[in-house]
């Protein structure tokens, strides 16, 4: 995969965890929609992933003029709508995200894609983490939501 675009909750996560220089370890060709960077810049003050945005290394935001129809008919957000469409029109690219309408969409166009959990157990298996366990336990705490099945699935995917 040569680029990954990021939509803006994974980025948060990966923020609000002080894990954000892991996040470009795991993803290193990351593509960020205006809208998304828009989207994580109204957040609240103080938010790291907007300090993380405002960086002179951080990565490359990329305008999304106008949403595919094929992605407009699924009726999402402005970020996923923009992930997703840069990933259609932009064949190779992946896109990362959690809003399971926006997944939905993404496996539907045959769009590569990956979730925050699924970039947690890619930086364990690559030597990133030394223990995802810690993290997962912190996931409720910031604000993502998830089920116990799927925090179960990423330790066991985590330890292979």
């Given at each position: 995969?040569?680029?990954?675009?990021?939509?803006?909750?994974?980025?948060?996560?990966?923020?609000?965890?002080?894990?954000?220089?892991?996040?470009?370890?795991?993803?290193?060709?990351?593509?960020?929609?205006?809208?998304?960077?828009?989207?994580?810049?109204?957040?609240?003050?103080?938010?790291?992933a907007?300090?993380?945005?405002a960086?002179?290394?951080?990565?490359?935001?990329?305008?999304?003029?106008?949403?595919?129809?094929?992605?407009?008919?699924?009726?999402?957000?402005?970020?996923?709508?923009?992930?997703l469409?840069?990933?259609?029109?932009?064949?190779?690219?992946?896109?990362?995200?959690?809003?399971?309408?926006?997944?939905?969409?993404?496996?539907?166009?045959?769009?590569?894609?990956?979730?925050?959990?699924g970039?947690?157990?890619?930086?364990?298996?690559?030597?990133?983490?030394?223990?995802?366990?810690?993290?997962?336990?912190?996931?409720?705490?910031?604000?993502?939501?998830?089920t116990?099945?799927?925090?179960?699935?990423?330790?066991?995917?985590?330890?292979?």
């Open positions: 995969m040569t680029e990954w675009v990021v939509n803006a909750s994974p980025i948060i996560v990966f923020a609000r965890l002080g894990l954000l220089e892991t996040l470009e370890s795991v993803v290193p060709n990351l593509v960020i929609p205006l809208g998304v960077a828009e989207e994580i810049k109204a957040g609240p003050e103080g938010n790291p907007a300090a993380w945005l960086n002179a290394e951080a990565p490359q935001i990329v305008n999304v003029p106008a949403i595919n129809p094929a992605v407009a008919g699924w009726d999402l957000g402005k970020g996923e709508s923009e992930v469409t840069y990933c259609h029109d932009h064949k190779g690219c992946g896109a990362v995200l959690d809003d399971y309408a926006a997944r939905k969409c993404a496996t539907a166009l045959g769009i590569p894609l990956r979730g925050t959990l970039l947690l157990v890619l930086a364990k298996r690559r030597g990133l983490l030394a223990d995802i366990a810690p993290i997962l336990n912190q996931l409720p705490r910031i604000g993502f939501r998830v116990p099945a799927l925090m179960d699935e990423a330790r066991h995917l985590a330890d292979k």
